[in-house]
T-cell receptor, first 111, second 113 residues
């Protein structure tokens, strides 16, 4: 298995633009997590899904952030409009038996 | 919050020495996990210990859990330069499988060759 796949690996955009991050979890894993990591705030859970259903989105910063999981093999995290303070590394992780497997992350820079 | 808090924040040791990292948390947990993150990479799962377990080993790793003190320790024996990374503890709620984890801010371990 290729592990959790995230795209793009790097994204540079201008304030106000829409950003879409993509994640393909490991086949057979039924939970998917989106995290954001910054030096100041550490690793923050944004939202997680069980069996494609959002369970807890209390970490989503505000209405500018949205996440979907249309099927078991794909999820997106969208930021619209983006702001400089959204600059961070965004990780997707999938889980089996409580152990989480992280993707390589997307480094987002909003100018 | 049941967020795990690691101690120390940074640790520098010589290759071959043992590294001990600690984690404390605030509320009841189902399990506690340790992860490693190399610079610029995603987190990698190291070991999971359940709330009814006291000690677990995996290769050069030894994890202990004291639920009465709400604390855990990760011991890396005979450290190597390749162990240089950030280490995070994460706690899972007692609400069933695949519940969310709450991560601490991490410990930066530097192993000098």
């Amino acid at each position: 298995d290729a592990g959790v796949i995230q795209s793009p690996r790097h994204e540079v955009t201008e304030m106000g633009q829409e950003v879409t991050l993509r994640c393909k979890p490991i086949s057979g894993h039924n939970s998917l997590f989106w995290y954001r990591q910054t030096m100041m705030r550490g690793l923050e859970l944004l939202i997680y899904f069980n069996n494609n259903v959002p369970i807890d989105d209390s970490g989503m910063p505000e209405d500018r952030f949205s996440a979907k999981m249309p099927n078991a093999s794909f999820s997106t995290l969208k930021i619209q409009p983006s702001e400089p303070r959204d600059s961070a590394v965004y990780f997707c992780a999938s889980s089996l038996n409580n152990e989480q497997f992280f993707g390589p992350g997307t480094r987002l820079t909003v100018l | 919050s049941q967020q795990g808090e690691e101690d120390p924040q940074a640790l520098s040791i010589q290759e071959g020495e043992n590294a001990t990292m600690n984690c404390s948390y605030k509320t009841s947990i189902n399990n506690l996990q340790w992860y490693r993150q190399n610079s610029g990479r995603g987190l990698v799962h190291l070991i999971l210990i359940r709330s009814n377990e006291r000690e677990k080993h995996s290769g050069r790793l030894r994890v202990t859990l004291d639920t009465s003190k709400k604390s855990s320790s990760l011991l890396i024996t005979a450290s190597r330069a390749a162990d240089t990374a950030s280490y995070f503890c994460a706690t899972g709620l007692p609400t069933g499988a695949n519940s969310k984890l709450t991560f601490g801010k991490g410990i930066t371990l530097s192993v000098r060759p």
